[in-house]
């Protein structure tokens, strides 16, 4: 079974920089996306960045593209995502998904793609 585990998330001022990571586990096929998203309370969840394990092409949100980074170990079966001047419209609960679905140059970036989720980590951001 697939398993998911975000971990990295904290209390951070404003303008600081934080790294998330996403261990995967139990995974038996040989390519497959990972994509990083977030919710902040009241919203809908928010699609950030994915990439696909093979050759780790990455795609990024449009407003977020510039202080996000996704990078993935593959040996490690590790995702992370490096956040940079952080401000408080980021807050929100972080969360890694894996998808079957794989494509260069197709984002997937709607929830309905994935179908394993992680618990999520809390990102804070404040003074």
């Known amino acids: 079974e697939v398993q998911l585990v975000e971990s990295g998330g904290d209390m951070v001022q404003p303008g600081g920089s934080l790294r998330l990571s996403c261990a995967a586990s139990?995974?038996?096929?040989?390519?497959?996306?990972i994509g990083w998203f977030r919710q902040a309370p009241g919203k809908e969840r928010e699609w950030i960045s994915s990439?696909?394990?093979?050759?780790?092409?990455?795609y990024y949100a449009d407003d977020l593209k510039g202080r996000f980074t996704i990078a993935s170990d593959n040996a490690a079966h590790t995702v992370y995502l490096q956040m940079d001047s952080l401000r408080p419209e980021d807050t929100a609960v972080y969360y890694c998904?894996?998808?079957?679905?794989?494509?260069?140059?197709?984002?997937?970036?709607?929830?309905?793609?994935?179908?394993?989720w992680g618990q999520g980590t809390q990102v804070t951001v404040s003074s």
């Open positions: 139990g995974i038996t096929f040989d390519d497959y996306t």
């Open positions: 998904a894996l998808s079957t679905y794989w494509s260069p140059g197709h984002y997937y970036s709607a929830t309905s793609w994935y179908d394993w």
């Open positions: 990439i696909i394990k093979s050759d780790a092409s990455s």
